[in-house]
């Protein structure tokens, strides 16, 4: 287990989407997110207390989680400071990054000399097998994006959070970094080997009770040509009986794709039914989340109300308003 609380390290982020790790730890666990430590001119911005190393340390915190999701997974000289002297200070270091600590040798010998761990979580702990395309008791539901980092974490999780609330069973099951820092377990998937990848998804979501639902984390997105592997994957190995759509209505272009505009809701509903159908030909779209958070309430009340009206599906903010509405949505299904 990795020792809590947390020290997020923010580095250099360029903006808060790139901090997106640090942001998920403290919105779903706020408990484990003492303080943040960020160099300078870095964009993104925790809203917890700017500490020193000495100074996280001497407040409680006992891992540095590289709070960082960079593109590419990399881990830059600048960081590699910090972090030499976070091991040196008593922190163990916990990354999510595709640039192993343990491949570091700095790293692994002031890990070795100070006693401490270092946590990559990134790393599959599983020989997943290759998918049989076998269907499973219990349900399944995903959230697919039209983009990387519109909110499918975050459906995923206030849908958990809402289904306990009403009693219906169900479990969250994480699929990237964040995810696994958040619960402690689940699936790395962008870090499995592709043919294997869709036979992870089926083992991290097993036979269950007919009335149960596994919320499936989403990743990437089936237009994005950067990430639309995982994606596929997810679809295939879950065999999602409900899809809730997710998307961010302000942004200009794919994430990391300048030039390249979003699709509309409706061109990513075609799509992922289809090829959700592929894998179960009884999947639905329940529900909509809609990321608003770059926009004032009356804009976003308006804009859900324009995609309720079009798609005759609930569409809600669920980290604004709560999931409670996408939760009735599968309690029907």
Known sequence: ???????????????????????????????????????????ADMKLPDMTLQEAWDAGARTLVIGVA?????????????????????????SGLHNLL??????????????????DVRVPSVKYPIASGARRTGKRCLAVGTDCSVGKMYTALALDKA????????????????????TGDGVPLDAVIADFMSGSIEWLTP??????????????????????GVSMALIHGGQPDALILCHEPTRPHMRGLPGRPLPSLRTMADTALMVARDANPECRIVGISVNTAAMDEPAALAYLAEVEAEFGLPAVDPFRQGAARLAEALAAV
Request: net charge negative.
């Open 102 to 119: 343990r491949d570091d040798p700095a790293l692994v010998a002031a890990a070795k000399a100070h006693g401490r761990t270092l946590h």
């Open 163 to 182: 289904m306990a609330e009403a009693g219906m069973k169900a479990t969250f099951r994480a699929t990237g970094q964040t995810g696994i820092l958040i």
């Open 207 to 228: 036979d269950n009770d007919p009335d149960h639902w596994d919320l499936i984390e989403g990743q990437g997105s089936l237009h994005h040509l950067s990430f639309s």
């Open 1 to 43: 287990m990795i020792p809590t609380p947390y020290l997020l390290f923010l580095g250099d982020a360029p903006d808060p989407l790139a901090a997106k790790v640090a942001q998920g730890i403290r919105d779903w666990r706020p408990d484990h997110a003492i303080a943040q430590f960020r160099l300078p001119n870095c964009g």
């Open 70 to 94: 960079n593109r590419g997974g990399v881990i830059s000289p600048l960081w590699k400071e910090v972090l030499l002297e976070a091991l040196t200070v008593g922190f163990d270091i916990a």
